[in-house]
C-alpha cells in the first residue's frame, strides 16, 4: 500500500509562484505514474498534471501548460508541481495520485485509474 504526503499549499497573490510536494512511502513500480488533480468550489476533480515514474514523460491539462511544470526526484521518491503565473481560477484544493501501473496516455488523465491519493492541499490565489 503507498501513501502519499502533500506540502506546500498556502496563500499566493495572482502572477505569484509555488510549489507543491507530494512523498510516496513505497518505491516508485515500472509503468507507474504520479499526478496532480485539483478540485475547486462547486466543480468536480479536474486532471493538472501528471509524470510517468518509468520514462519520466510528462502531461499537462491544456488550462496549465506553460505555467505548472511537474517534476520528480527518485531518491526522494518524490514528485513537485511548480506552480507559475498563478491566477485566481487556479484556487482549488490540489490532490497528488498515484498508480502502479497505467498503461495508456488515455488513462493517466483520468483521477479513476489511480488507487492511492494524498490528503489534499489548499491553493488559494488572491487577486
Known amino acids: 500500500q503507498v501513501q502519499l504526503v502533500e506540502f506546500g499549499g498556502g496563500l499566493v497573490q495572482a502572477g505569484g509562484s509555488l510549489r507543491l510536494s507530494c512523498a510516496a512511502s513505497?518505491?516508485?513500480?515500472?509503468?507507474?505514474?504520479m499526478g496532480w488533480f485539483r478540485r475547486a468550489p462547486d466543480k468536480e476533480r479536474e486532471f493538472v498534471a501528471a509524470?510517468?515514474?518509468?520514462?519520466?514523460?510528462?502531461y499537462y491539462a491544456d488550462s496549465v501548460k506553460g505555467r505548472f511544470s511537474i517534476s520528480k526526484d527518485n531518491g526522494r521518491n518524490t514528485v513537485y508541481l511548480q506552480m507559475n503565473s498563478l491566477k485566481p481560477e487556479d484556487t482549488a484544493v490540489y490532490y497528488c495520485?498515484?498508480?502502479?501501473?497505467?498503461?495508456?496516455?488515455?488513462?493517466?488523465?483520468?483521477?479513476?485509474?489511480?488507487?492511492?491519493w494524498g490528503q489534499g492541499t489548499q491553493v488559494t490565489v488572491s487577486s
Open positions: 495520485a498515484a498508480d502502479r501501473d497505467i498503461a495508456t496516455d488515455w488513462n493517466i488523465s483520468r483521477a479513476r485509474s489511480y488507487n492511492y
Open positions: 513505497g518505491r516508485a513500480f515500472s509503468g507507474g505514474a
Open positions: 509524470i510517468r515514474w518509468g520514462s519520466g514523460r510528462t
